[in-house]
């Protein structure tokens, strides 16, 4: 439900660039942006980063970081882009960082790191 209209942009070895429009299911009691779709978003396109490197299975997250640097209020769009900074045998580190489209303005960063070996 809170991924449901998350779209894809691009993806290539490594690295995942997706979009989300902000909707009320997205926003905190203040109506902004609410702390956990980042840390989900950091979770998700931390695993799909993973996955575009070609591993079949995306392990286990070990760790898990999200930096709140500003909000995002509804109808707003976010770009949402994960790197695999790092796939071994067994971790693989990424990174994440959630922008507004409107002024590419930084709304999070993260980091996450997953046991992948197999």
């Known amino acids: 439900m809170l991924l449901n209209e998350i779209e894809i942009v691009?993806?290539?070895?490594?690295?995942?660039?997706?979009?989300?429009?902000?909707?009320?299911?997205?926003?905190?009691?203040?109506?902004?942006?609410?702390?956990t779709v980042s840390a989900c978003l950091t979770d998700w396109a931390g695993g799909l980063a993973?996955?575009?490197?070609?591993?079949?299975?995306?392990?286990?997250?070990?760790?898990?970081?999200?930096?709140?640097?500003?909000?995002?209020?509804?109808?707003?769009?976010?770009?949402?882009?994960?790197?695999?900074v790092r796939v071994g045998g067994t971790l693989a580190f990424t990174t994440v960082e959630i922008r507004k489209t409107s002024d590419g303005s930084i709304v999070s960063t993260g980091s996450h790191t997953k046991y992948v070996k197999q």
């Open 10 to 35: 691009s993806a290539r070895k490594g690295v995942v660039v997706a979009r989300l429009l902000v909707l009320p299911v997205h926003l905190n009691s203040k109506g902004t942006l609410h702390g």
């Open 50 to 84: 993973i996955a575009s490197t070609g591993l079949e299975k995306t392990g286990v997250s070990t760790d898990i970081h999200t930096t709140f640097v500003s909000t995002a209020k509804e109808s707003e769009w976010l770009e949402i882009e994960g790197r695999a």
